[in-house]
């Protein structure tokens, strides 16, 4: 009797899964990416990785006064990533580097111990769209106190582009990841 309703439980949760699956594999653009719109903070951290596109939408919103100072988090670009935001129209006072983490959950960890000391509150978060939702619900598990705000970048966002630089890899890549993140750190990528 017990097999019976184990069986017809992973039957409906198959049935559940399957259009979830299908609309995330040939969408991805609409599972992956969180854009939280406009939105003013404290600070803008800009993620480790990407092609350049990170600290370039990071100097757009610091131009625009979403936040009085960025910092780059992120190990072996962070001064490439630095001299974007300096030749962008970032001044150097207002940029600030936590340069050893090497994962997304190190970027978290790593990034908001600096922000706690700093007294914190309020902040946006930088990456690549497809990277999006994995870091946003990363930072917002480690510290549910504080307020997340996700302005991802677009770049390669067009489905005709998704083969530039292997970005189609990568973005298919999020979807071990974002299970691999629940299973290991329990962040629900929902």
Not at 98 to 103: A, L
Not at 129 to 138: D, E, G, Q, S, V
């Amino acid at each position: 009797m017990v097999l019976k309703w184990i069986f017809r439980a992973l039957v409906v949760a198959v049935l559940l899964a399957t259009p979830i699956a299908w609309v995330a594999y040939y969408y991805p653009e609409k599972f992956l990416c969180v854009d939280s719109g406009p939105a003013t903070a404290d600070v803008i951290v800009v993620l480790g990785g990407g092609r350049g596109e990170r600290p370039l939408r990071a100097a757009e919103l610091f131009r625009q006064h979403a936040a009085p100072r960025v910092l780059i988090s992120g190990f072996g670009d962070d001064e490439i990533n630095r001299q974007i935001l300096l030749a962008n129209g970032v001044p150097a006072r207002a940029i600030e580097v936590e340069g050893g983490s090497k994962t997304t959950r190190e970027n978290a960890l790593f990034t908001l111990k600096r922000l706690r000391a700093e007294h914190v509150h309020r902040v946006i978060l930088v990456t690549t769209w497809y990277h999006a939702r994995r870091a946003l619900r990363t930072f917002e598990h480690y510290a549910p106190d504080l307020g997340f705000y996700m302005r991802p970048s677009y770049y390669s966002f067009e489905r005709a582009d998704w083969s530039l630089q292997d970005n189609n890899r990568k973005m298919r890549l999020e979807f071990v990841k974002l299970p691999g993140y629940w299973a290991r750190y329990g962040v629900n990528p929902f």
